[in-house]
């Protein structure tokens, strides 16, 4: 075989080789980024007249120990993630912000996922009680000033992809 030959071959296989790692770290980022939101329910926002405008992922805490821990202790919450507390009745419910790092905005749902009321920036770290007038069913833990970012107003509701 000539050296010609041996070349092109060993440039078959660098490139071979240069593609098959490019896959390999590529993959490797879509699997992290599942791995990231594989135990989020995918959920959209409606506004009243039905057309979905904004979609993100939330954690769901729908277990009193869930419910009790929340999002206390973590250091930061990514821009399209949030939690829906999920309560078992439906009543005056309010949040606090013991041991939350992470200043939020509260939505406050009624049992046919529509927002009743919206509590925006509310501090870290302290155990003043929100809670909004109207009894609620669910309540959603976003990332502060997401609300008014993303358009998310009282009356829009929410979907839940199953």
Request: hydrophobic share 40%; net charge positive.
């Amino acid at each position: 075989m000539s050296n010609r030959k041996k070349k092109r071959i060993n440039q078959k296989q660098i490139l071979f080789l240069f593609v098959f790692i490019c896959f390999l770290v590529a993959g490797s980022f879509y699997y992290l980024d599942l791995k990231r939101i594989s135990h989020l329910k995918s959920a959209e926002f409606l506004n009243p007249q039905g057309v979905a405008y904004t979609k993100l992922f939330l954690e769901i805490a729908d277990t009193p120990d869930k419910r009790r821990t929340g999002l206390m202790y973590r250091q930061e919450l990514p821009l399209d993630q949030g939690m829906l507390f999920k309560f078992d009745e439906t009543e005056i419910h309010s949040i606090w912000m013991k041991n939350t790092y992470v200043s939020l905005d509260l939505l406050f749902l009624n049992s046919n996922l529509k927002i009743l009321g919206i509590i925006e920036k509310v501090p870290v770290l302290n155990e003043v009680s929100r809670k909004i007038d109207q009894p609620s069913k669910y309540v959603i833990e976003l990332n502060a000033g997401t609300s008014e970012k993303r358009g998310i107003k009282v009356g829009d509701t929410l979907k839940l992809q199953p």
